[in-house]
């Protein structure tokens, strides 16, 4: 039996896979490779298809016995998803279905989602829990809650056995320095660091300096990819022993601003750059920080890697030596 991985040539893709090998499992890496990397796919075999052609999902299954699905083969833009929204409604919500038809002829029913924290929308209160109201106020989140709402529906009329993982911010890098984070165009604040650290941009943006936190910059929670990846295969474990499916949050629990992940990246780089104080985006919180209590209770999941300058060091080893 095997562990087929959608989007496994992407960031944390490529992280789950990589420990799903370490566990013993045998993987399929499905991707399209429009935004993830054939050089991160270092374990198990590779298939290059798109979950837009029923063809290729379909050989996949024909070809390999695969017993579950991990689905990270999201576009996830905010800003793109704005200006394109059909670009996000197809691939995101019309690709899972294509996903989710496959899975049914082939008697496959177990899938472990990548949903996100943009699903809760403009939170009422932090740290946010599973149980908070869910108002998405971009069509990437909307998508990412359609597609939670569709599993429901397909466990109550087909028996679809789920794990919805809603991640905060994914961080960090292997620590052993054999995959990371690489994005084109690249959106995430720490590889954004990283490149001012050492010399790809002349400078690091920070958008907003006024707001009602302790530095007045936007407060995040940070979680290690790695952190991650193991949380990804308790829920499989959990799913493979009859648990009920389930939504679980996934982040530290501990905020930092960006002013503390500039400051930490100068420590751990031993460099400075110049850092440029812009105006607030639009439609950025304050604070947005995830109680992941539910997935450390059910699932047993305990972050490892929690501290700011561990997470950081390690996305500098991998980013120092990157080949992709």
């Known amino acids: 039996m095997a562990i087929l991985v959608c989007g496994g040539a992407g960031y944390i893709g490529s992280h789950i896979n990589k420990q799903l090998n370490i566990e013993g499992y045998d993987t399929i890496v499905f991707d399209n490779l429009i935004y993830g990397h054939r050089e991160a796919v270092k374990w198990g075999e590779f298939v290059q298809g798109d979950l837009a052609n029923h063809i290729d999902i379909e050989a996949a299954f024909e ?79 909307v998508t990412k809650l359609t597609v939670e709402r569709i599993f429901k529906d397909y466990a109550k009329a087909y028996g679809l056995k789920f794990a919805v993982l809603r991640y905060f911010n994914a961080a960090g890098a292997d620590p052993d320095g054999e ?60 799913l493979e022993n009859g648990g009920e499916s389930d939504f679980f949050n996934l982040g530290n629990a501990i905020g930092t601003s960006v002013l503390e992940v500039v400051n930490s990246a100068k420590k751990v780089t031993g460099r400075d750059f110049a850092v440029v104080h812009a105006p607030r985006r639009s439609g950025d919180p304050a604070k947005l920080v995830g109680s992941s209590e539910k997935a450390q209770r059910i699932l047993g999941w305990k972050p490892k890697y929690g501290d700011i300058d561990t997470i950081i060091a390690h996305a500098w080893k991998w980013h120092e030596n990157a080949e992709y």
């Open 63 to 141: 070809k390999y016995d695969i017993e579950a699905v991990f689905h990270f083969a999201a576009y996830a833009y905010v800003g793109e998803s704005v200006e394109e929204p059909e670009k996000y409604y197809y691939n995101n919500v019309v690709n899972t279905l294509n996903l989710l038809k496959v899975m049914r002829s082939h008697g496959c029913n177990k899938i472990i989602f990548s949903s996100t924290c943009a699903t809760y929308g403009e939170p009422e209160k932090v740290p946010i829990t599973e149980d908070m109201p869910q108002n998405p106020i971009n069509p990437y989140g």
């Open 179 to 238: 995959i990371g984070e690489s994005h084109n165009p690249e959106t995430h604040i720490i590889p954004l660091v990283l490149d001012a650290a050492s010399g790809v941009r002349p400078d690091i943006k920070i958008f907003g300096t006024d707001y009602d936190t302790p530095d007045g910059s936007c407060i995040r929670d940070y979680i290690h990819v790695s952190d991650l990846a193991d949380a990804h295969l308790l829920a499989l474990h959990y």
